[in-house]
């Protein structure tokens, strides 16, 4: 229930304001992206992302590489200049057809409808780097927590993982600390229905957390560890997040 909830409310997402979906930038709103001002965030947070962890592709380029939460593909195509092949990953159909729409490597660079809690559509140890920033942040905990371990299943024995997952509010009001309270006895869709009183035209970005010590014990009960985590304000000024680099034991 709780996973067909979180991708009904994608596939609207998708066709509201897609690029502001993946990229909510107040000035952004409602078609204000340029498409290839957007495409470049993609290459630019990439690049950051991969210094902020000391990841280099430079002379050894990955064979296979996830982009999970893909969405139009901003982050898989900046991939694809750094290694053989590139899987992209969606929960919504409609960011799929987008990203296969603006794919610049079709060569190289594929991309998947996935509506299902798991990755069940691709073998164990298929991957030697897995990619997912600003993406976990919009599900469940025990939604976070499933997806962690399929990267893990999925992963190489030498591959890599790049995790963002926000751990606890930084800020936060009384109406906050009410909705964090009610949240594990309300339909995930009733925030929707809430805020689609007041604005049915915008897409709705829910966003959740999982504390240091919960990444901590899910990555280790499933085979990984933790190689390195770097603060990052990927959340918002509001959260406390946090990028995590990911190996197996």
Not at 15 to 39: C, N, V, Y
Not at 58 to 70: K, N, S, Y
Not at 149 to 178: M, N
């Amino acid at each position: 229930m709780i996973f067909s909830q979180v991708r009904k409310r994608w596939e609207k997402n998708a066709r509201l304001d897609p690029m502001w979906a993946i990229l909510a930038q107040p000035s952004k709103e409602k078609g204000g992206w340029d498409t290839e001002a957007f495409f470049e965030t993609g290459r630019r947070s990439l690049e950051s992302a991969l210094d902020r962890v000391g990841i280099s592709f430079i002379g050894a380029p990955f064979e296979r590489a996830l982009d999970f939460g893909c969405g139009m593909g901003r982050i898989s195509q900046a991939l694809a200049a750094h290694g053989r092949q590139v899987h992209g990953v969606d929960i919504s159909g409609e960011m799929v057809r987008l990203a296969e729409q603006f794919n610049q490597f079709p060569a190289s660079c594929q991309y998947h409808h996935n509506p299902a809690s798991d990755l069940g559509l691709f073998p164990s140890e298929y991957f030697d780097f897995v990619y997912c920033v600003i993406v976990l942040q919009h599900m469940p905990p025990s939604l976070m927590k499933g997806y962690l371990k399929e990267f893990l299943r999925v992963l190489s024995r030498k591959g890599k993982i790049l995790v963002q997952i926000p751990a606890q509010r930084s800020q936060a009001t009384w109406q906050d600390h009410c909705k964090d309270w009610l949240r594990p006895w309300l339909p995930i869709d009733f925030a929707d229905r809430l805020r689609l009183r007041k604005r049915a035209d915008v897409p709705i970005l829910e966003m959740y957390g999982l504390t240091r010590s919960q990444v901590k014990e899910c990555i280790e009960n499933n085979g990984g560890e933790i190689l390195r985590v770097e603060s990052d304000k990927h959340a918002g000024p509001a959260w406390t997040s946090y990028t995590y680099l990911i190996g197996r034991r």
